[in-house]
């Protein structure tokens, strides 16, 4: 979606999100990822699997709704921070949950020594050396937002690409996707955004090596708070990321509102509060004149974000918009009454 108005105001020649918030109805791009990986895993079983996973909401949700549709076990493990009504919208896919002190490397941890015992098969985004599990077959499903963002921007072709991450998985897929469909185009200018607070992927390309972060990883982008760079996705990161931003909560949250009410004649998007980080690096940068210069962020670039979730957590969205998205949805449709919304 071309969003003409805002990129005025930030003196680009374009600016175009893509919107995740309605895949599947299961309100982020995750369902592309731990979908498509459980489909894979148990198409091959020769017996009925139980599948498990840690989340910070999103994937755990994707995963759920695979495993419902497979028709086997899920079990989902959720750190302490993870909010209840995440918890609800997991549980009606039919998983089993598991509470776990800690953040979410430490459920990450928790979930796969349970697999191990019991015999389970881990769905996770994320993976270390020597043990890519289902984490390629998840990256693998993230191509296809590539694909369908590609076609829609038809002859335009990006010149900065800004992606937002947790363990890099998204932001790799994306980035290894660009690469493959560029063909003669030059490949864009590659951001990779995460919170200050889980900074794994910054701290990573600063040592030139995986790094970890370190504290309770807390933020409000909650599908970010990951301490521990996928292996998998940092070998193409590494080396194929032109800036990585590590930000504070704060421009994400303003970059719901600016989604929520847009520069005239943009459309209104629903953007969770990690939907909006990229758009936040995006406007965090054009404050910082060194930063855009460095960038070479000006009127003639052209620039694609991904709104990777919608109001996944309804409360906390009403509380940094001012009101439901069910009003947003419905001030969008009022603009745009051939679009169907939920």
Known sequence: MALAGLAARLGLGALWVKDEGLRFGLGSFKALGGAYAVSDVTASAVELVTVAS??????GRSVAWGAQQAGCRCVIYLHETVSEERERAIRAYGADIVRTPGNYDES??????????????????????GDPGC??????????????????????????VVVQAGCGGLAAAV????????????????????PTSADCLYRSAVAGERRVAPGDLETVMAGLAVGETSAPAWEILGPGTDAFVAMPDPPALEAMRVLADPAPGDLPIVAGE????????????????????????DAESRVLVINTEADTDADIYRAVVGRPAAAVRGERSEQFPMEKTK
């Open 175 to 194: 980035r290894a996707h660009l690469a493959a469909l560029r063909r003669d185009r030059p490949l864009p200018a590659f951001i990779v955004v995460e």
């Open 135 to 160: 984490a390629l077959e998840v990256m693998q499903g993230y191509g296809v937002m590539v694909d369908e963002a590609v076609a829609q921007l038809d002859a335009d072709w990006p010149t900065h």
């Open 108 to 129: 990450s941890r928790r979930c796969h020594e349970d697999a191990r015992e019991s015999g389970w098969i881990v769905v996770s985004d994320t993976a270390q050396d």
């Open 274 to 297: 990690t939907g909006g980080a990229g758009l936040g690096a995006l406007l965090a940068i054009h404050g910082d004149p060194i930063a855009r210069e460095l960038l070479r962020l």
């Open 54 to 59: 840690a989340t910070d909401g999103n994937h």
